[in-house]
């Protein structure tokens, strides 16, 4: 069975840093794509970052190109999203998914999110 389980979510400042882990099992990481996405109240679901680790460079959203970083551990089988230089609109339920066929919007395999709040 595929699972993905989110964690690392939490209240933060302005310029602040988290790193969120999207913890898989069910099926070999280097095969997938994982990606993460965001989806803010009242706001459509947002892709933030890809990675899938036979390809050379990961996708970022122009939203967070520079501050997140994306990586994976295939030993732990877990992939990583870093978090720095938050800002207010980084506010959001953070997912991460996996797909066979790569990185896009509709990914199959879907985890239960986790919450990253801005405290002022």
């Known amino acids: 069975e595929v699972q993905l389980v989110e964690s690392g979510g939490g209240l933060v400042q302005a310029g602040g840093s988290l790193r969120l882990s999207c913890a898989t099992s069910g099926f070999r990481l280097d095969d997938y794509a994982i990606g993460w996405f965001r989806q803010a109240p009242g706001k459509e679901r947002e892709g933030v970052a890809c990675?899938?680790?036979?390809?050379?460079?990961?996708y970022y959203a122009d939203s967070v190109k520079g501050r997140f970083t994306v990586s994976s551990d295939n030993a732990k089988n877990t992939v990583y999203l870093q978090m720095n230089s938050l800002k207010p609109e980084d506010t959001a339920v953070y997912y991460c998914?996996?797909?066979?066929?790569?990185?896009?919007?509709?990914?199959?395999?879907w985890g239960k999110g986790t919450v990253v709040t801005f405290s002022s």
């Open positions: 990675i899938r680790t036979r390809d050379v460079n990961p």
């Open positions: 998914a996996a797909d066979l066929s790569g990185c896009g919007d509709e990914m199959t395999y």
